[in-house]
DNA sequence: GTATTTTTCTGGTATAGACCAGATTTGAAT
DNA sequence: ATTCAAATCTGGTCTATACCAGAAAAATAC
C-alpha cells in the first residue's frame, strides 16, 4: 500500500512555484505575509513557513529578515574557468551591479593566513572586506587576503572596481594560475547580517587562490554567496 | 538595544557539530533520536527538528528517511575541468564506489531531447539511469542519453563502468568537449526514492553535454547529487 | 513640515500535543 | 529454527497558541 496523500506544505509549495515559473510572481515581488497565506489556504502557519523555507533552500523564493518574502530573479551564469571579473559578468547578463566596502585594514597575519598564504606570522597583511550587490540586492561578502609585499600602498586605491585589474595596472602584477574550491557551508552571524539573512543560513562558500607569473601567491580571496544566486557554467576541452 | 539571546535550536545545532568536528561522532553514527534528543535537551520536538534540519542543510548530517539521523562522511573532491570518472575519482580518495543499472532503455526522442542532444523528434536514443554510491551510500542517480547513430548496440555492453571508456574503447569516439552546468534543485519524488531522501529536498543537479571530435553530442548527462556529497575544486590557467 | 513617539505588522523562536506510515524489533505460532 | 503477526520505535506532517524583536506605518508633538 502506497501512501499517494500530497501535503498541505508540498500542495502550497506547488501553487506558489507555479505562480512564479509561468510569470504571474515576477522576481523581486513580496509575497503575502505568512499569515494572509495561512488564511487564504486554512492551514497553520508552521505549515506555511515549511513550504516558503522549501521553496527558499530551491532558490526560487529568497526572504528580507522581518521584512518579508520575496520572488527571486534568475541565477547568474559564473565560469570558473573563465577570469571574468564580477562587475563584467553581472554587467553582460543585462543587469546592474554595485561594491560596498566594508572595510580595509592592515593586519598581522594569523596563523591561518600563514598556512593559505605563506606570509609569516605576524607580517602584515591587507583584509578588504566587500559586499557586492546586483540589481540592488546583496548577493556576496567577501573577504579578501592581499599580500602587501607585491603591492604596496593597494589599499590607497580605489577598492571598488575589479583587484585584479588594478593590480595588473598598478603593479604589473599578472595573475596566470588560480585554485579555486567551492562547497554549501553556513553563514555565520557577522556575514547573516550582512546579507541580511538570518544566522546559520546556507551559503555557497567559494575560496580562490590567485598566484602571479613567480606563481607567488598574491591574493587569497573568501566568497560567501547567497545560495541561491549563482548558475555555474562552463566548458572544458579534453586535450 | 542588541539581541543577544541564543536561540535552543542553535545550541543544539553548535552542541552536535562540535561532537562531529572533535570526532567524537564519527561518519555513519547513528544520532539518539529525536524523542531522546528532545529529553536530554529539555526542548521541543519541533525545535529538535529545526537543529537536525539546520546541519542537514550544512552537510553535516544526513537522514535516511523514517530511520534515523546520521554523521555524513567528508566530501568528495571533484575537479571538472578533468574528466576523471567517477569509479576512479572515488578510489583516488580511498573510498569504495558502486554502480548500480537502473534502468536503460530505447527511446523516442522527445521535444526536449530534441533541444539538447540536436536529435530528430521521435528518433531513436538511448536513456541509461544509474545510481551511484560511496561506501554503500546512495549519493546519486544519473540520466544519461546517447546518441545511438554513434554507438549502436551500447546498451548491450556492460555499463557498470565509465562509459566514457566504452565508447573509446569500442566506438573510437572521443570526448573532446565537454559542456558543465550546475545549480541547487529540489528532488522529485521518483529520484528522493532512489536516494532515500526526503521528496523535495535539495540537491546538486549537474548537467554534462560530451561532445566528440567532430563536435557532434554524444551524451547528455543529468547528475542529480546529495547536496552534501561534493566539494568542488579546480585549477585554473590564465593563459 | 519635520521630527518623534506609538502602534501595527512582519517574520523568528518556542511549547504541547496529536496522528500517520514505514522500519525494526519482539513475540507467538508453526 | 522459521515464519508471520503484533507491538514498538522512528521520523513526517499538522494544529493551535504564545511571545519576542525588528521594520514599517500611523499618530502625535513640536
Redesign the pocket.
Known amino acids: 500500500?502506497?501512501?499517494l496523500?500530497?501535503?498541505?506544505?508540498?500542495?502550497l509549495r506547488d501553487s506558489l512555484a507555479k505562480k512564479i515559473e509561468e510569470g504571474s510572481l515576477l522576481p523581486h515581488t513580496k509575497?503575502?505575509?505568512?499569515?494572509?497565506l495561512k488564511d487564504a489556504y486554512?492551514?497553520?502557519?508552521?505549515?506555511v513557513?515549511?513550504a516558503l523555507m522549501q521553496l527558499e533552500s530551491e532558490g526560487l523564493i529568497y526572504?528580507?529578515?522581518?521584512?518579508?518574502?520575496y520572488v527571486s530573479p534568475p541565477r547568474l551564469f559564473y565560469d570558473p574557468t573563465k577570469s571574468v571579473s564580477f562587475m563584467d559578468n553581472v554587467r553582460a547578463q543585462g543587469r546592474v551591479p554595485e561594491t560596498v566596502i566594508l572595510s580595509k585594514t592592515e593586519m598581522a597575519a594569523s596563523d591561518w593566513v600563514n598556512r593559505t598564504m605563506d606570509i609569516a606570522v605576524g607580517a602584515p597583511v591587507y583584509l578588504l572586506r566587500r559586499r557586492r550587490l546586483i540589481d540592488g540586492r546583496a548577493v556576496l561578502v567577501e573577504h579578501i587576503n592581499v599580500n602587501p609585499v607585491l603591492c604596496p600602498g593597494l589599499l590607497d586605491l580605489p577598492l571598488e572596481c575589479s583587484l585584479t585589474e588594478t593590480l595588473k595596472e598598478q603593479y604589473g602584477i599578472k595573475i596566470s594560475r588560480t585554485v579555486i574550491n567551492m562547497y554549501p557551508a553556513p553563514l555565520d552571524s557577522t556575514q547573516a547580517e550582512e546579507l541580511q539573512v538570518?544566522?546559520g543560513a546556507p551559503c555557497l562558500y567559494l575560496t580562490r587562490a590567485s598566484y602571479d607569473q613567480h606563481d607567488n601567491i598574491v591574493e587569497f580571496d573568501q566568497e560567501f554567496w547567497r545560495h541561491d544566486v549563482l548558475e555555474i557554467s562552463m566548458e572544458v576541452n579534453n586535450a
Open positions: 500500500m502506497k501512501y496523500h500530497i501535503p498541505y506544505y508540498l500542495r509575497l503575502p505575509s505568512e499569515r494572509d486554512d492551514i497553520n502557519r508552521v505549515t513557513r515549511q526572504r528580507l529578515i522581518r521584512r518579508g518574502w538570518v544566522a
